[in-house]
C-alpha cells in the first residue's frame, strides 16, 4: 500500500524559508501528478502547488513567486521549497496524488507550519 510521509516543517519567522519533503514507500511519483495542500484548523484544504510527471508546475496565486515545487521520481520524493514565508502561510501542509487507475486518493499524515515572530 502506498503510504506518504511529510517532514520539514517548524517555526520561522515572517520572510524566513523551510523546505518539506514528501517521501512514498513505492515508486508512484512518475506516473501522476503530486500536489501539496494546506490546512488551518475550522478551513478546508487549499491546494497550493502541483507537478505534472512532465515536471510542468502550478501554483495557487497566493504562493506564486515564493514556492517552488519539484520531484525526484528516482527517491520517491516531492519537495515545497518555500521563501519569504508569511503569518499567512500558517498551516498543516499536505502531500497528496490521485491514482487513477485504481481510483484512490492518497494524503501523508500532514506537516506544520507556523510563521511569527
Not at 502506498?2 to 514528501?22: D, K
Not at 491546494?47 to 517552488?68: C, H, L, M, Q
Not at 487513477?100 to 492518497?106: A, I, K, R
Request: contains cysteine; aromatic residues 12%; charged residues 20%.
Amino acid at each position: 500500500q502506498v503510504q506518504f510521509v511529510e517532514s520539514g516543517g517548524g517555526l520561522v519567522q515572517p520572510g524566513g524559508s523551510l523546505t518539506l519533503t514528501c517521501q512514498s514507500s513505492e515508486s508512484i511519483f512518475p506516473k501522476y501528478v503530486m500536489d501539496w495542500y494546506r490546512q488551518v484548523p475550522g478551513k478546508g484544504r487549499e491546494a497550493v502547488a502541483a507537478i505534472r510527471p512532465d515536471n510542468v508546475e502550478w501554483y495557487a496565486d497566493s504562493v506564486k513567486g515564493r514556492f517552488t515545487i519539484s520531484r525526484v521520481n528516482s527517491e520517491n520524493r516531492v519537495y515545497l521549497q518555500m521563501s519569504r514565508l508569511k503569518v499567512e502561510d500558517t498551516a498543516v501542509y499536505y502531500c497528496h496524488t490521485y491514482d487513477h487507475v485504481v481510483d484512490t486518493e492518497y494524503w501523508g499524515q500532514g506537516t506544520q507550519v507556523t510563521v511569527r515572530s
